[in-house]
């Protein structure tokens, strides 16, 4: 049975962001396919390989195409294909005419820092986080001339590798499914770094704005989003158990703390882009999700709470030089 090779795609990547000095790759890559995750093989779509199109943005939905064609008995390849690796949190995708609606309407949140992006002509970027890439396709579109994503959970990993299928090879969009604590590992540095939806997950925000810190170069620039809580620079909320259903919450800034955190760790320029309340129009319950999402973590008394009764999430959007 032909698999995809998890090993010879991520040695590949390694080829345009190699390790430091030192560190084997062999041994480093399969440190990281030790995951029992990646012991069952992934089958590719395509048994040759297909003629494909660059992915295309309309209307903020990823579209992937291939010459074979768009008749129903391969649509419907497509769909169980892809719904072999659900849930799918971030979206929306169109594969061969197969659209993909995942929880998270991810056009809303690029849609709050698009026009603050500075020129990526030529430019390397890295997402931190990036899931299954949707931004990193929306950053391509925008000539980076590298852009690299990286996300430790497998499912995600694979759900890239699925849609990796539909674009034209050698791709200039790469994933390595490290955290960002492996990030020190890596050589490169880069002149725009994403951070999204990761520093309330974390037990030491400080510590990994600073590990990112050291990735950007001289003048690079950090989009930095995170759920917020009302209040002034000084109040940060430390969930006692979960937070709109999350466990792994630890610290949710106010807007001011998190400009706060920004200048404590060395950026010495912040701009905040936005400050929304998420809705049911960004995140919610799709034919491609999990069976939960936002209107079930809220009170169903008062929106404007969690379940647990915290404020509901609200979220940020900065922009940080250094
Ligand atoms: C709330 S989601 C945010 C996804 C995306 N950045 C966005 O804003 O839409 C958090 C993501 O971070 C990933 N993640 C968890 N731990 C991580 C780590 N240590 N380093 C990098 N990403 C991590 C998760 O797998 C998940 O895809």
Redesign the pocket.
Known sequence: MEVINYKDYLAAVLTQFPLRPGTDPSGWIDGILAHTAYKAPMVPFFQITPEVSPAQNSDGWVHFSSIVGKSESHQELVRRYFQQLMPW??GPFQIDGIPIDAE?D?RV?WNRFESKLPDLTGQTVL?????NGY?LFRLAEKKAVRVLG????PL?FKQFLALNQWLPQPSNIQFLPI???SLPQLESQFDLI?L???LY?EKNPLLSLQLIKEKLKTKGKLIV?SIVIPGDASTVLFPRGRYAQMKNVYFIPSVGALESWLFKTGFKSVELLSVSTTNSDEQRVTPWSSAASLDDFLDPQDKSKTIEGYPAPERAVMIATI
């Open positions: 949190r971030k998270w991810c949140k997402d931190v986080g990036a899931n931004y990286i996300d430790p959970h995600y955290g960002y604590e994403l999204m939806g990761i997950h989003e």
